[in-house]
């Protein structure tokens, strides 16, 4: 029976060691769901690769400061001489479009161009969105500042400052926005040593500033002065430009 017994016990034993093997482990923590990837910012307004949402009314007139690697200077726009001229410039330096800019065809005792975007993406946004011609009321005298174009209903994003007084070029409809009034001298400063661009002459070709950017103008123009900022520095926000 003695015998018998210890059977018994080593059998329970035998039965009850596997059930304890068996204990579930403690529940593992879910772990923390993944991060998504922060936005990338970008070194300009995002505002600026939607042309179409910019169209801001400008007022009557405003001043426009200009910083620059050759000095500051401040252009006054006056509304009533190009509307649609003043309405675009107004809406581009608020959004500090001109910031990083070059000012690539410096032409002595004609005028200095500037209004390509540093930013391709920004450029190219900004390739088809034309404004319409203003009537010329205000001539291209000296210091006074206009849009580039080529051709009828083409002005986008560039202008140029008249060096010296370009009257001829109002028959062909490039109706002045805007005045230096004040830092003339150092608009004369600006570098002019490259002349004409590509592929009249041995400047900058536009084209390229366009598709390249800064990167561009870095490696094959270094002397360029460029545009630090642009801000309007007199006028309110007023309301929307109809189309």
Do not use: C
Not at 27 to 52: G, I, M, N, S
Not at 80 to 92: E, I, K, Q, S, T
Request: proline share 9%; aromatic share 10%.
């Amino acid at each position: 029976m003695r015998h018998y017994s210890k059977i018994l016990i080593l059998a329970a034993l035998s039965i009850a060691l596997p059930a304890a093997a068996q204990t579930p482990s403690p529940a593992k923590k879910p772990a923390p769901p993944a991060k998504a990837p922060a936005a990338k910012a970008t070194p300009f307004d995002p505002a600026l690769l939607r042309p179409e949402t910019l169209r801001a009314k400008a007022p009557d007139t405003y001043d426009v400061k200009f910083v620059t690697t050759a000095g500051d200077f401040t252009v006054k726009v006056t509304r009533a001489w190009a509307p649609n001229g003043a309405d675009r410039f107004y809406n581009l330096v608020r959004h500090h479009f001109y910031d990083g800019a070059a000012f690539f065809r410096v032409l002595p005792g004609f005028m200095a161009q500037f209004g390509l975007s540093p930013y391709p993406e920004v450029s190219h946004a900004w390739e088809q969105a034309n404004i319409k011609d203003d009537p010329v009321v205000q001539s291209n005298a000296r210091g006074y500042i206009t849009y580039a174009m080529a051709g009828p209903n083409t002005r986008t994003t560039q202008v140029f400052i008249n060096y010296g007084n370009n009257q001829r070029l109002d028959r062909d409809g490039f109706a002045a926005f805007g005045q230096v009034t004040d830092g003339m001298d150092i608009v004369d400063k600006l570098y002019g040593g490259y002349g004409e661009g590509a592929p009249g002459g041995r400047g900058p070709d536009q084209g390229l500033i366009g598709t390249r950017g800064r990167a561009y103008l870095q490696q094959n123009f270094p002397h360029l002065d460029t545009i630090k900022s642009a801000t309007v520095v007199t006028g309110a926000p007023t309301t929307p430009a109809s189309k």
